[in-house]
């Protein structure tokens, strides 16, 4: 077990859809973090949440929105998407996030193909 | 520009013998370098990870070193076997990028029984 879980594992939707990816950590961090990994580009951070607040949006679109109820969940709310968001969302925890020294642990994401 | 580099970007060698991956950064104000290995349709292990005040940091076979100045990190892993081969990433906290990680493209391995 990877101590952080990310539902569904594969999603497809049309662009209209409106869809959900949730990540629950069990590691008892206070920081989770949004990554999107597409193809032949490196992989990038999305958004930061630090004690449930965000920290961070690394100029994402507003059709992805992050929600993070407790230090323990964090959700991605997808509306409106394009064929270019079809792509590998990873989500991460760590023990804080102004941390510098702790590694981050990431779930097995949640593959998104946009139709 | 803050930015890292993993060059090649594939590599394949024969099971035991040593590999050797190469991680290059723009910046040498960082806080952390950072190895992770990702197999295919997985999420990312994190290996090592080096602060900015060390040389080289060791798990088992593996083993990483961090040159600031030059702007490289090697990781080494010895006597190679197939369970090794997978796709290893290089990230970099640099100084001013908050807590945003920024990483290589990765090297994809493949370790020949």
């Known amino acids: 077990e990877t101590g952080v879980t990310q539902t569904p594992r594969h999603l497809v939707m049309g662009m209209t859809n409106k869809k959900s990816l949730k990540c629950e950590q069990h590691?008892?961090?206070?920081?989770m973090y949004w990554y999107k990994q597409s193809a032949k580009k490196p992989l990038e951070l999305m958004f930061v949440?630090?004690?449930?607040?965000?920290?961070e949006n690394n100029s994402v679109p507003s059709r992805f929105s992050p929600e993070c109820p407790n230090s323990s969940h964090l959700f991605l709310h997808l509306h409106t998407l394009q064929p270019e968001d079809s792509a590998l969302y990873l989500c991460?925890?760590?023990?804080?996030?102004?941390?510098?020294?702790?590694?981050?642990?990431f779930g097995d994401g949640t593959r998104l193909s946009i139709l | 520009k803050q930015e890292v580099t993993q060059i090649p970007a594939a590599l394949s060698v024969p099971e035991g013998e040593n590999l050797v991956l190469n991680c290059s950064f723009t910046?040498?104000?960082?806080?952390?370098l950072q190895w992770f290995r990702q197999d295919p349709g997985k999420g990312l292990t994190s290996l090592l990870l080096?602060?900015?005040?060390?040389r080289e940091q060791t798990s088992g076979r593996l083993n990483a070193s961090l040159d600031k100045s030059s702007g490289r990190s090697t990781l080494y892993i010895a006597a190679s076997q197939p369970g090794d081969s997978a796709t290893y990433l290089c990230?970099?906290?640099?100084?001013?990028?908050?807590?945003?990680?920024?990483f290589g493209g990765g090297t994809r391995v493949l370790v020949k029984p």
């Open positions: 991460a925890s760590s023990p804080e996030g102004g941390s510098r020294n702790q590694p981050q642990h």
């Open positions: 590691l008892g961090h206070n920081a």
């Open positions: 949440y630090n004690f449930k607040e965000q920290t």
């Open positions: 910046d040498s104000a960082i806080y952390n």
């Open positions: 080096i602060q900015s005040s060390q």
């Open positions: 990230a970099v906290l640099f100084v001013g990028a908050g807590n945003k990680l920024t």
